[in-house]
């Protein structure tokens, strides 16, 4: 037969090469990854085995791949003809060992080895062949991992909350979520796990917002996952919590807070199948094999992990269950706990085949509190390091700020001159101190930023273009009630103190605002462009976070405020022919226009460059803050400063209570 020719010609194949006499046609695979190499998770477990099976075959295998697949990984169901093109392509170019290193190629690879009978298929996590005599499934025994690191996160959990992220409920998920439960309760019979599930291995957003939802709503104080992304680890360090990573060694990226990771060794099966093939004896089969394969390991503990060591728990349950694995004895899913099930192994143990297919969770005690799939957030601040001139934006808005800061002080000193009252005093250090909040995102922003620095900084913000915005509203009204839209003056009186009200009253919104978001997670870490390389293989590691506002959140955050410097810029409108030389309408006007044309002309140009990168965005972001920051206390302050330089010579005016009532001049006719 072909295969039997195959088989035999292989084997002459690497008689002969040995001895350098003869060139032979190579064994081609192709690998079907479901994401980049750079996710440093998954795919990049995979091509280290690819790499491992080939390195000692090189004379007799050649291999290619293809990341992120040709299909659209969201779907197990459909069919996609452009899957299928693919595969006929890489046959006709004398491809004949397929790796499909994802259950979610399943509908590719069912239908491709039906239509290829000649060709071989590995389905890695396929639940079925379909009686294909040239496809085979296989998967590793991680769960052994995942109870050895059950026992980790059971003995060193403080709160006694656990949070484990999963992707899509299933098999291959809920068994590890079974035997993971298993050690947690092994040794710490209080301890809780939750579970989120995303629906995808392979969405670092979804990876992202399940973490912090465990983090946030059920204050887990570990987190593990089952998704392919490295988010929820990135997500616990930045949460000064321990976590335990999955498909590589973490540990490389986020240092001692991942006490260790469960890791696939792909390249024991990879080598197994090719094997297989190259000898012509390849027979359709599960391979589901663990530590006592090498399939399966976990990576070197943390420091904090390894304080432990002298244990009795770390000696008697961790090392000793470790070194049982290895030795073959697994008894994880044995004994009273998998009576119900109708255990089919020996001893009273569950099968290969009956944990290889365990789709349903243990509904012992209280293990699942949480399982959902989590709402998408809306970004509402990006950040970036580079390639801006970051330290430009931070040198300006420190110099503006100086120059509020020395405003400040002068309005103190000259608080009796009649520049300062005329244009209150009170809500000119008010609107000055606004100002300086209102610029802290242009010094915060470039830098590593935390769950609590997002909160602070968003915070700093809410309330500083409150105080600024508020002012001015108040300021406005003002001048309307007394002078309403003409230049009649309607001897209204309205008090410095009446104005303070106004604007203490336009503030606390805004402090309910935060107050809500703060309370209920709104605010948050999640993705930006920012990059941090970290070098491993010749490869860049980039991750990335910004601060995110929940969608209800952000339009209150936002909306109020632009609500009031509309409703200014009406009344402004409303007053333009008051009688400049009683009160300020015309700079408050000015200042209030400013704010409106920087807000519309950022509001069109970030809605039309979404998809810009954060250098862009921050740039923009640095301009409109210094801009309308300095643009409207330059027009506050302007008056008081040249009155100054002019020499006022009028007297200090002392007022025991200061009133805006005013008279219009007599006419000189």
């Known amino acids: 037969s ?177 035997a993971f439960y298993l050690g947690v309760k092994k040794i710490n019979p209080d301890a809780q796990v939750f579970v989120t599930y995303s629906g995808s291995f392979t969405d670092p957003d979804l990876d992202s917002e399940g973490t912090r939802l465990l983090i946030q709503d059920e204050s887990v104080d570990i987190i593990t996952q089952h998704v392919n992304s490295i988010m929820p680890q990135k997500i ?172 400040i002080f002068m309005i103190i000193k000259w608080r009796h001159k009649r520049s300062v009252i005329q244009a209150s005093g009170t809500f000119m250090a008010i609107m000055a101190i606004g100002g300086l909040l209102t610029l802290t995102p242009v010094f915060i922003l470039p830098f590593t930023l935390s769950v609590l620095n997002c909160q602070i900084l968003l915070w700093l913000l809410g309330i500083g273009s409150a105080m600024m915005l508020g002012s001015l509203l108040a300021k406005t009204i003002r001048i309307w009630k007394i002078f309403g839209s003409g230049d009649k003056l309607k001897r209204e009186k309205v008090t410095d103190g009446t104005v303070f009200k106004m604007v203490v009253g336009f503030i606390i919104p805004e402090i309910v605002i935060l107050v809500i978001a703060t309370a209920t997670g709104g605010i948050s870490l999640g993705e930006s462009d920012k990059e941090t390389s970290v070098q491993l293989v010749g490869q860049d590691f980039t991750y990335y976070e910004r601060c995110t506002l929940t969608q209800g959140i952000i339009i209150a955050y936002i909306g109020y405020p632009e609500l009031m410097v509309f409703i200014a810029a009406a009344l402004a409108w409303n007053i333009r022919k008051v009688w400049a030389d009683f009160n300020d309408s015309k700079n408050i006007a000015y200042m209030v226009y400013n704010i409106v044309f920087v807000s519309i002309v950022l509001f069109i140009i970030f809605f039309l460059i979404q998809d810009a990168t954060s250098s862009l965005l921050y740039l923009l972001q640095a301009i409109g803050l210094i801009w309308c920051v300095g643009f409207t206390l330059t027009i506050l302050f302007f008056h008081m400063f040249y009155s100054k330089i002019k020499g006022e010579t009028e007297s200090d005016v002392q007022l025991t209570k200061k009133s805006t009532t005013v008279r219009p001049k007599k006419s000189s006719s």
Not at 116 to 127: A, E, M, Q
Not at 266 to 279: C, E, T
Not at 350 to 355: A, E, R, Y
Request: proline share 4%; net charge negative.
């Open 2 to 178: 072909q295969r039997m020719n195959k088989g035999i010609f292989s084997t002459l194949c690497f008689i002969l090469l040995a001895s350098h006499t003869v060139s032979c046609d190579k064994l081609k695979i192709y690998f079907f990854y479901t994401s980049s190499l750079d996710d440093f998770g998954w795919t990049f477990a995979h091509d280290q085995g690819r790499v491992d099976m080939l390195l000692p075959r090189s004379n007799l295998v050649e291999t290619d791949y293809m990341e992120s697949g040709p299909i659209d990984i969201t779907t197990l169901e459909e069919s996609d003809p452009n899957c299928l093109e693919q595969i006929q392509d890489l046959v006709n170019d004398d491809f004949s060992f397929f790796i499909m290193a994802g259950v979610t190629f399943g509908k590719c690879t069912l239908e491709s080895a039906e239509l290829y009978p000649d060709v071989y298929f590995l389905w890695i996590g396929g639940s079925t062949n379909d009686d294909l005599p040239n496809l085979s499934t296989g998967f590793g025994k991680v769960y052994q991992a995942r109870y050895l690191s059950g026992l980790v996160a059971g003995a060193l959990t403080e709160s006694n909350k656990i949070g484990y992220v999963g992707g899509i409920s299933g098999a291959q998920v809920n068994r590890g979520v079974n």
């Open 236 to 407: 616990a360090k930045d949460s000064e919590i321990n976590s335990i990573g999955y498909n590589s060694d973490m540990r490389i990226f986020f240092g001692e807070t991942v006490l260790t990771s469960p890791v696939f060794i792909w390249g024991p099966m990879y080598s197994y199948y090719v094997d297989l093939i190259l000898n012509d004896s390849w027979v359709a089969q599960d391979y589901f094999k663990g530590y006592d394969d090498g399939s399966i390991d976990l990576s070197d503990p943390s420091q904090e992990l390894l304080r432990h060591a002298s244990e009795d728990w770390y000696i008697n349950l961790f090392l000793k269950g470790e070194t049982e694995l290895r030795e073959g004895n697994d008894t994880i899913f044995c004994g009273s706990i998998v009576e119900d099930l109708n255990p089919e192994g020996p001893d009273g143990c569950l099968s290969n085949s009956q944990i290889s297919g365990m789709s349903t969770l243990f509904s012992e005690s209280n293990l699942i509190n949480l399982e959902t799939t989590v709402e998408p957030r809306i970004v509402l601040t990006p950040y970036v390091e580079q390639p801006v001139p970051v330290l430009v934006f931070i040198v300006l808005a420190g110099f503006l700020g100086l120059g509020i800061i020395i405003s």
